[in-house]
Nanobody
Framework: QLQLVESGGGLVQPGGSLRLSCAAS????????MGWYRQAPGSQRELVAH???????NYADSVKGRFTISRDNAKNTVYLQMNSLKPEDTAVYLC?????????????WGQGTQVTVSS
């Protein structure tokens, strides 16, 4: 069972930056998709960004040009660099890893880290 631990959240002023990390308890080499989701109070969980095993990335329109997702296979870690943060980026951020054995998909979630953007 793969366990994920997020870190790097906190309070930041508008326009500031944070880097989130999601460390896996085992190898991420076989993981097909690694993504960051966020959920604000009263809102549905939304995909922020994901990166494939091949390194292809995809971003929500609301964060394009401001956020960057990356992975370090040697450290079993995926990162989310968040720049030019806005108050509307305030949410709990969760990382998600997905892999398949060709028959079914397996999802793994972290516990979440709070990001608050406020002056």
């Amino acid at each position: 069972q793969l366990q994920l631990v997020e870190s790097g959240g906190g309070l930041v002023q508008p326009g500031g930056s944070l880097r989130l990390s999601c460390a896996a308890s085992g190898s991420i080499f076989s993981i097909n998709f690694m993504g960051w989701y966020r959920q604000a109070p009263g809102s549905q969980r939304e995909l922020v960004a994901h990166i494939t095993r091949d390194g292809d990335t995809n971003y929500a329109d609301s964060v394009k040009g401001r956020f960057t997702i990356s992975r370090d296979n040697a450290k079993n870690t995926v990162y989310l660099q968040m720049n030019s943060l806005k108050p509307e980026d305030t949410a709990v951020y969760l990382c998600n890893f997905r892999k398949t054995n060709g028959i079914r998909w397996y999802d793994y979630w972290g516990q979440g880290t709070q990001v608050t953007v406020s002056s």
